[in-house]
């Protein structure tokens, strides 16, 4: 990759660019266009329905306008964008706020310990991977969690609606699949289909009300597990979605091996993640959300298409492929 070095615009920019990004979960935070969503409002009327003082509220709402999330009419009054009114409005079943509050409650402090997790290579403060039954324990953060699991998936599980020959398959389970985002858009798309998701066992409301939400409590089920301790439950397709990242490579194969001895002969297991490139240069979601894995888990870490294509084959998959679903995550898909 080469870059202009006639100016270290581009450094500085990378340098600042947490304001901009704070600067949105803030607006999201104090629900700036949840409020919006009701119409255009003037400054003063704004600030005081979502309790921005003023000093700081011409400032904010107008880097909002600068950063292209609002417009601002002739008028003075604020309003949405498309894209914000489409996205940011919690009243709208598009909203995409959830992701973005979870971030702002956890991740965004979290990357201010980067150094220090660099230095030991432990999390630093709690391990969130071996905290979900804690986090699960409070329904709102366990509410926030599956929602903001669901934003990141439905895109992905769209594309996995048609990027596989589900006509040759019947039954399907999404292994840690939180409110079932991605059975419920299979099921959706392909009416043979049922199966369900396993997961902890504190997900089971959760989970229930999406699919009956989407009338399909009669094909998806719950299947409550932890999958440390109980074998996997059997199925011709089972899928694990962003679950291998969470864990080290002895666990990471642990359960490809328990998804091959649950699957019938010729099932297939499908993985998806932000697959890091397989040169390990180009995709740096992919190495971000790994870093990430290093700031909340003990050994968890992101891999490319090639590392799981040695484990998969390992655990006895054949015809083993990686292919692009989303312009963020591919799946790695095996056979037994
Ligand atoms: C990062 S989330 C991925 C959720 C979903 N597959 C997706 O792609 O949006 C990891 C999931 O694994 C589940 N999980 C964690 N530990 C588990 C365990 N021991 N047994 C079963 N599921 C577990 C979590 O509850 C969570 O739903």
Known sequence: MKFDIASPDRILEIGHAFRACKTLLSATELGVFTVLAEGPLDLGTLGQRTGINARGARDFLDALVALGLLA??????????????????????????????????????????LSASLRTGKPHGTDATSNYGPRYADQALRDQFVSG???RTRPVATALATKFPWTDYNTLID???????????????????????????????????????????KRLRFYPGDFFNDPLPT??????????HNWDLATKKMLLKKAYDALPPAGAAIVYERLIDDERRANATGLLSSLQMLLSSSGGFDFTGADCTEWMH???????????????????????
């Open 72 to 113: 601002r009419h002739e008028d003075g009054r604020y309003a949405n964008s498309a894209e914000t009114a489409l996205y940011l409005d919690r009243n709208k079943p598009t909203y995409v706020g959830s992701l973005l509050e979870r971030i702002n409650d956890w991740d965004y402090g979290l990357w201010g310990s």
């Open 149 to 151: 699991m669901t934003v």
């Open 175 to 217: 292994i840690g699949t939180a409110q079932g985002c991605l059975p419920v858009q299979i099921a959706q798309a392909h009416p043979h289909m049922s199966g369900g998701g396993f997961d902890l066992p504190p997900l089971i409301s959760a989970f229930e009300r999406y699919v009956q939400q989407h009338c399909l409590s």
């Open 235 to 244: 199925a011709e397709v089972l899928v694990f979605g962003r679950v291998l």
């Open 314 to 336: 390992e655990a006895g998959f054949r015809d083993i492929r990686v292919e692009e679903l989303t312009t963020e995550q591919s799946m790695i898909l095996g056979i037994k």
